[in-house]
Structures are given as structure tokens and as C-alpha cells.
């Protein structure tokens, strides 16, 4: 459902007491991390303790590796300068496991958000862009080669997998315009090369749009939890398109980096707001 108080903002409750938070841009709004900037966490606090006054530590998942590891809490070390809650950074990682009062945050601009409740209170969320299940060169048509293991491998091979799992849910990414043009002059051969091992690892999944040259990424990571044995009736996803949704006067509500590439940006602009919390 749509957070009333803030109309580019989507909020989803799981199981568990889990919510997933979705913020996304208004004009200028950018939530990406400037840690050079004294107090960069402010609006993040602010916005975190607004809608989840019960928080107690706010984990910042510090994404930009896109590593597909997942970061104990004890990785990350305390900022010595927030009094409202305890923030936790310095873990260059993709996901952290989440206690009680715990919230994390992430900032993106396509990618998404996968959160794994256990029957046992556990929750494990974290992010999940292609680079997570394949290295490329660039974000949208680079050079393909599979990763080793892909962060939902190595998220349930950390933490337990199917009888414990009560529910999944992939959330604020893109569904759209995610291009991979097999006419492509440089990366053409790659693009088809990805196109075939999408087909190949899952058949009778629309995971490549064939007649668009588009990749589904909600659909890649659903497809990717089946493969892995996660029952389907346990995956949910939100209905978020980061590159295409707009507002009632059309303005876009997400940024999107496939977006601004279409249109000849050469420099990522904004970045949403992702926020998991568990009470």
C-alpha cells in the first residue's frame, strides 16, 4: 500500500512484523550516501525514526561493490556521532541479518530490495542488482560472466533455506527499459550471451523480454528463488517500476539509472530510499 503522507513512497507489511519502505524523489530529492558530508545521515535518521519510532539501530548497507555478500552485524562499527539511534556502517556489503528493533537502508536506483523472513523471527534483507548474479561492465549492457555463487545463493547457504522461510519479498526496482540490445557494437555478443543463459537456466520463465531485448529483474530473482527451491507461494513482490512510474502530472516518482542513461546522463543523479525494519 502507498504511505498517505508521502505520495512517492510505497509500504509493504510482510509477515513477522516486517515492513519494507520505499521512498522515492520529489524535485531535487537524492537519498544517496555522501559520508564526506558532516551529518549525511540526518534526513535518514529522521525519515527512519518517523515512520519507525520503535528502531533502535539502523544498519546502512553500503552497496556500491555489489559483492553479493552478506555482512554480519558485527562488521559494521557504530557512528560515534548519531544520539537518536545506534547507526551502524562501514560494512561494504549487499545484506545483514536483523534483530529485534532493528532497521536497515539502502539506496538505489533500479536495483532491488529482497527481504527472507524465517518461521523463527529471523529476517534477512539485502540488495539485489545484476551485478549480484553476474559481473558486468557497465549497469545496463557490459560484459557478461556469471558470478560464483550470486547473493541469494550465498544468503540462503549463510542462513538456512525452505522449511524455515515464511515469506520473500523482492521490492523498489526496475521492471522496464532495462535494455540489452543484441545490436549492440560492443556488447552485442555479451548481450546474447546473457539472453542464452537466461533461456538456458530458466526455461518457461520471462525473465528476457525477446522482442524488447529486456531484461525482467523481478522476474530473474524469482525464477533464481525457485531454481534454489523456494516454494513460489512464498515469493511476493511490490508492483514498482522504477523506470516508468509517474505521478498524477507525470512526473517520474523513482529514479532510475536505465532511465537516465536512455536519456544521455552520463552521471547517476538520485537514488531511492529503501528501508527494512523489523519490530
Not at 522476474?219 to 505521478?247: F, N, Q, Y
Request: proline fraction near 3%.
Amino acid at each position: 500500500m502507498t504511505d498517505l503522507l508521502r505520495p512517492r513512497s510505497h509500504i509493504t507489511r510482510l509477515v513477522g512484523g516486517v515492513t519494507v519502505l520505499c521512498i522515492g524523489i520529489d524535485r531535487d530529492t537524492n537519498w544517496a550516501f555522501d559520508r564526506t558530508k558532516e551529518g549525511w545521515y540526518n534526513d535518514i535518521v529522521k525519515e527512519a525514526l518517523h515512520t519507525f519510532p520503535f528502531a533502535t539501530r539502523l544498519f546502512v548497507l553500503l552497496t556500491v561493490e555489489m559483492n553479493g555478500k552478506i555482512a554480519p552485524a558485527s562488521a559494521f562499527k557504530q557512528e560515534p556521532f548519531c544520539e537518536e539511534l545506534s547507526l551502524m556502517t562501514g560494512a561494504f556489503a549487499d545484506g545483514v541479518m536483523l534483530g529485534k528493533g532493528d532497521l536497515a537502508v539502502s539506496t538505489s536506483a533500479d536495483c532491488q530490495q529482497v527481504t527472507l523472513v524465517f518461521a523463527d523471527g529471523r529476517v534477512l534483507t539485502f540488495h539485489a542488482g545484476l551485478e549480484c548474479f553476474l559481473q558486468t561492465g557497465n549497469n545496463s549492457n557490459g560484459p557478461f560472466k556469471v558470478q560464483g555463487h550470486n547473493v541469494l545463493e550465498n544468503a540462503l547457504r549463510s542462513y538456512g533455506k525452505r522449511p524455515g522461510l515464511r515469506q520473500v519479498h523482492i521490492s523498489c526496482g526496475i521492471r522496464s527499459r532495462y535494455s540489452f540490445p543484441l545490436s549492440h557494437k560492443v556488447y552485442g555478443a555479451a548481450n546474447l550471451a546473457m539472453r542464452t543463459w537466461c533461456e538456458v537456466k530458466y526455461p518457461n520463465r520471462p525473465v528476457f523480454n525477446l522482442q524488447l531485448e529486456e531484461l525482467n529483474m523481478y522476474e530473474l530473482i524469482k525464477a533464481e528463488l525457485m531454481r534454489l527451491g523456494v516454494l513460489e507461494a512464498l515469493i511476493t513482490m511490490d508492483d514498482i517500476d522504477t523506470s516508468s512510474d509517474v505521478d498524477e502530472v507525470g512526473k517520474y516518482r523513482w529514479a532510475s539509472n536505465a532511465r537516465q542513461a536512455a536519456d544521455g546522463s552520463t552521471k547517476l543523479k538520485q537514488r531511492n530510499l529503501v528501508i527494512v525494519a523489523r519490530e
